[in-house]
């Protein structure tokens, strides 16, 4: 059996301090989930209401909560693979080190 585990299993386990609450979530609810239709709710009813800071407020949070952690995911994972595989530009690979 090899170690791949199925996305669907990976989950994210987020510890509340102030509440002392656990919330158990897979990647895909944490960046497409429930939390993140509601704010797109609220932002389509700012800008129904033309609401500039209101619109302006969830637009920020959309863009947390879908932009950047799915940025996050790709580029450490782009980083992971240009630093194991060397195809970032002016990388250093093994044979540029010097040996003693």
């Known amino acids: 059996m090899s170690g791949h585990v199925p996305p669907e ?17 897979t990647p895909r609810e944490r960046i497409l989930g429930t939390g993140t239709r509601n704010t797109l709710d609220d932002l389509a009813r700012a800008l129904a209401a033309r609401d500039k800071p209101q619109t302006g407020r969830w637009l920020g949070s959309a863009a947390v ?36």
């Open 9 to 25: 299993w990976s989950v994210t386990i987020i510890r509340n301090r102030r509440s002392r609450s656990t919330e158990i979530r």
């Open 65 to 100: 909560q879908v932009c950047a952690r799915c940025h996050g995911v790709h580029r450490t994972l782009s980083d992971l693979r240009n630093q194991l595989f060397d195809l970032g530009q002016g990388g250093s690979s093994v044979d540029d080190v010097e040996g003693d």
